[in-house]
């Protein structure tokens, strides 16, 4: 019985291991003061090599990088983020298109507009979609939330 037990518990530690080290996408968020109403929303990735992130305007292929925010009254929210970043475009074989993604490092900056001048926060959601050479991994969702000062 313990030897089953001490197998189990093996088996559970490399899995929970080896999943800890499928999160190759670090992201950070900040909020810079562009005006008295107006800021950016900066949402930066830091992608491990060798995988990249795909670009918000993906048309055929894997899943485009997308930001949802949640309603803020307090908040206007207008068009897409910009994307900063080393842009790379390739045939990929296997989505059967041209795809563009970034390495290493890309920001998404949103520019917001506050309806009055006040201490607010924004939140949401990012989706992504990271690949290496030989592999994909499932669509990632992680929640944000940036203070507005």
């Known amino acids: 019985m313990k ?62 990088t997308s930001i949802v925010f949640k309603k803020n009254a307090l908040v206007i929210v207008k068009g897409a983020a910009k994307e900063i970043g080393k842009l790379e475009k390739h045939y990929d074989k296997n989505f059967g298109a041209d795809i563009a993604y970034f390495s290493n490092k890309v920001q998404f900056v949103q520019t917001i507009t506050l309806r009055a001048a006040s201490k607010t926060s924004v939140s949401g959601e990012i989706e992504y979609m990271v690949c290496n050479d030989e592999r994909c991994l499932p669509p990632t969702k992680i929640p944000f939330e940036v203070a507005i000062q």
């Open 3 to 64: 030897k089953i037990f001490v197998f189990c518990l093996t088996i559970a530690i490399a899995l929970n291991a080896n999943a800890q080290r499928l999160n190759p996408v670090k992201w950070t968020f900040e909020a810079v003061k562009k005006s008295d109403k107006q800021y950016d929303v900066i949402f930066t990735a830091n992608v491990e090599a060798p995988w990249h992130i795909y670009s918000q305007f993906v048309k055929k292929g894997p899943v485009p």
